[in-house]
């Protein structure tokens, strides 16, 4: 046995600084973490400034992270390192009793939008540039961000809606999609 353990007292006297510190870690038991999340955190702040919140499930479609944290870890490793003033709301939605987002505190909680109504139609087109002449509002659809459009038969209640409030900024439809043009 004194063979082996010479052994790797030779070994470990080869190693570079870094390597016998996690060789310490090692023999003592301790987790060692080998992601760093200093560039998810960037790429969230980013997120959160551009679009008013994240939530972990946005996180990780969106390529930021490669696996679905839950949220103690997602804000203890990235969103505590966020240099804006960020906060936490519990949204609606599936699960276990829904999702969190966190959110910018100086742009205010995020809205839910749980039904099809003028409110949310004037909400999507909040988002419109009126300054172009041709407008297609099916991007600003975002299923995660207004959740009630993943239901049936949302879309078909909202068309109409959207038309209405589109007509007040001076647009009108063209054809059966949510193409519009302004009016001359």
Do not use: W
Request: glycine share 8%.
């Amino acid at each position: 046995m004194k063979e082996g353990l010479e052994k790797v007292k030779e070994l470990a006297d080869k190693l570079s600084d870094s390597d016998k510190e996690r060789l310490i870690r090692y023999l003592g038991g301790k987790r060692e973490y080998t992601k760093t999340y200093d560039d998810v955190a960037t790429k969230v702040q980013e997120h959160i400034i551009e679009n008013g919140y994240i939530t972990t499930k946005q996180a990780f479609e969106l390529g930021y992270t490669s696996k679905l944290l839950d949220t103690t870890t997602f804000y203890r490793c990235i969103i505590s390192k966020l240099t804006i003033d960020v906060d936490k709301k519990r949204m609606s939605g599936s699960g276990s009793g829904g999702r969190i987002a966190f959110y910018n505190k100086v742009m205010g909680a995020p809205s839910e939008y749980n039904r099809v109504d003028i409110r949310l139609a004037r909400e999507i087109v909040s988002k419109v540039d009126i300054s172009k002449k041709h407008n297609d509002l099916m991007p600003l659809l975002d299923k995660n961000k207004y959740r009630i459009l993943s239901d049936k038969g949302s879309l078909k209640q909202l068309r109409p809606l959207l038309v209405g409030v589109m007509s007040e900024k001076g647009y009108e439809v063209i054809g059966n999609e949510l193409r519009f043009v302004r009016g001359a």
